[in-house]
């Protein structure tokens, strides 16, 4: 029996008592405890120097390893060409785009010590899943160390098209390390489009009748997975949460008005700051609406130790406050902004208590707010999905009010039409999306991945 070994920048150890964790998490947990396995990264700590050896912690039949990173590397890898090369240039934004030599050596550096680290622990028959943009290069190095087993990878992110991909130096590279994996899992048909294009324009490859891709002498797969939820789980977890002290504070402070809620990091993808101007154009297209409903934003802080993230928190609580001015009266503000996490169980029942859920992410690759907030409603009056087109979530979720994220008053209208739509529309947009909720949840996501890296040929 293949035992697993997952790889991600962070581990999700469990601390706090399985109900904390988050779907992701919580499912990698429970398909490393089917077969027993490894869960292997970074601890998390920036330490003087990096680790020696991983720190081992077994809980059941699951190890967990990690090892703790220098703070060069934690500046050069994690801040540095993870966060500010790839994640913007994965999500379209050339403009914020940062490049330095010094962090790309870096990263390639983490990647090989995590590679040299990983490499004592992974015995003949395991197969290895690595979690995204961070780890790109690490099955090549494991490849020069000798692992010849079956390594797949999941890009959590869209994969952009070919001629943003270009704009990244050493995107050949990057390309390259990617196809050393054995099976490439991507969110969106769009992203593997994209994918493929590059490897024929770029990279002189092709498409074999099987399906695979021959390219950089070797073949390898690339697959749509679209990451699913916890369905049923979030749902229970709803109706259970809407009798709690927090939701049950929450009511009381609205008062009758109808919920609008948006729940982001703190992150430029996300498209948090266009919707305070959405608000400002939907209380001055129609000021009958002030005082009908609340607003609720929340956004937990996020890799605030870089220079775009600090400026986008400065600009958001000012655009909050400006539109907050502008219209508040003695008794009703439109917007709440809430600058820090709340606990999943909260989130479940705000979720639930809110007429429209506003999810507008300039390029997400999946979203899984916007599922959730589906799959949290009650099915007899249901709340409103209002969702970016550009969300992988989009791709599967049809019957939301689809807007384009960079269109303030688009995206007012579509609030406006949510706060006023009948039930039994609203009945119908929701009964569609739970549908392809439940068919596609996140243990199907975790067998259907490992199902077919299970059915790539392992190397000679
Ligand atoms: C990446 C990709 C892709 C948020 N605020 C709180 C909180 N959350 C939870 C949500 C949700 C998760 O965090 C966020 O997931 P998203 O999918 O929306 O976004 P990313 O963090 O950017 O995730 C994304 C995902 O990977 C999976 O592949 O969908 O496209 O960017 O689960 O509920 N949880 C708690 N308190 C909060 O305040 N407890």
């Not at 680790?51 to 967990?64: D, N, Q, R």
């Amino acid at each position: 029996m293949s035992r697993l070994i997952t790889v991600s920048n962070r581990v999700g150890i469990p601390t706090t008592g399985a109900g904390r964790a988050g779907g992701l998490e919580a499912a990698l947990r429970e398909a490393l405890e089917a077969d027993g396995g490894i869960w292997f990264g970074w601890s998390g700590e920036v330490a003087e120097t990096r680790s020696e050896a991983p720190a081992i912690l077994k809980k059941g039949k699951v190890t967990f390893a990690t090892v703790d990173l220098s703070r060069a590397d934690y500046e050069d890898y994690y801040l540095g060409y993870a966060n500010s090369t790839l994640w913007p240039l994965l999500h379209y934004q050339l403009g914020l785009i940062e490049f330095h030599r010094k962090q790309f050596r870096g990263y390639m550096s983490v990647n090989a010590y995590l590679a040299q680290m990983l490499a004592p622990l992974v015995e003949p028959d395991d197969l290895i899943w690595v979690h995204d943009y961070h780890l790109i290069p690490l099955a090549a190095e494991l490849r020069k160390l000798g692992i010849k087993n079956r390594i797949g990878f999941f890009l959590h992110t869209p994969f952009p098209p070919t001629d943003i991909m270009v704009a990244l130096p050493h995107h050949d590279m990057m390309m390259r390390a990617l196809c050393a994996y054995d099976l490439v899992g991507l969110q969106t048909e769009n992203g593997v489009r994209a994918f493929l294009d590059y490897i024929a324009r770029e990279a002189n490859g092709r498409l074999e009748f099987d399906g695979s891709l021959s390219a950089y002498d070797r073949l390898t797969r690339v697959v749509c997975f679209p990451i699913g939820i916890d369905t049923e789980g979030f749902a229970k977890s709803a109706v259970r949460a809407v009798r709690s002290v927090e939701a049950k504070r929450l009511k009381a402070s609205i008062d009758q008005r109808l919920l609008i809620v948006g729940v982001d990091r703190m992150d430029y993808s996300k498209g948090v700051r266009t919707r305070f101007e959405v608000i400002d154009d939907l209380l001055s297209e129609w000021p009958e609406m002030a005082a009908k409903f609340t607003y609720l934003q929340i956004t937990p802080p996020s890799r605030s130790d870089v220079v775009p993230y600090q400026t986008l928190r400065r600009e958001v609580e000012h655009a909050a406050g400006h539109v907050n001015g502008k219209y508040s009266d003695i008794d009703w503000a439109p917007i709440r902004f809430v600058v820090k996490a709340v606990s999943r169980s909260a989130l479940a029942g705000i979720y639930r208590s809110s007429r429209v859920g506003l999810v507008t992410p300039w390029r997400d690759g999946m979203n899984l707010v916007a599922k959730e907030y589906v799959a949290s409603q009650d099915p007899d009056d249901p709340g409103v999905l209002v969702l970016s087109r550009f969300a992988g979530a989009a791709v599967e979720l049809k019957t939301a009010i689809l807007v384009n994220p960079l269109d303030p008053g688009e995206i007012g209208s579509a609030i406006h039409q949510a706060l006023l739509m009948p039930v039994d529309e609203r009945r119908e947009r929701w009964q569609a999306m739970m549908e392809v909720l439940r068919a596609n949840t996140i243990d199907d996501w975790t067998a259907n991945f490992l199902k077919a890296l299970k059915a790539t040929r392992p190397l000679d």
